[in-house]
């Protein structure tokens, strides 16, 4: 179980062990730590021996590359879907 912090008006902060930021973002863990040294991710913060991640950190950089591709006028879905829908 991931350690909760609080940080007052109800709202809980999470912090995310490196197996679960991989899963989330679908990358391997060598290529995460290649963006965290390229400064395309956020950081993880040390506690104790471990590297952990702030969820809504996370999440944040997920909606950005979201918005990013899709305002660069990347389409989503395959191009089957693609020529479905223009069909």
């Given amino acids: 179980e991931s350690p909760g ?7 809980e902060e999470e912090l995310l062990p490196v197996a679960r930021v991989v ?3 679908g990358i391997s863990r060598s290529n995460l ?3 965290i040294s390229a400064g395309e991710f956020p950081k993880p913060i040390p506690v104790g ?6 969820l809504s950190e996370v999440q ?5 590359q979201i918005l990013k591709h899709r305002s660069n006028g990347h389409q989503t879905g395959t191009d ?4 479905e829908k223009a069909a």
């Fill in 33 to 35: 730590y290649d963006r």
């Fill in 80 to 83: 089957e879907q693609q020529k």
């Fill in 5 to 11: 912090i609080h940080f007052g008006q109800n709202r």
């Fill in 49 to 54: 021996r471990r590297s952990l991640w702030v």
């Fill in 23 to 25: 899963a989330m973002i």
């Fill in 60 to 64: 944040g950089w997920i909606r950005a």
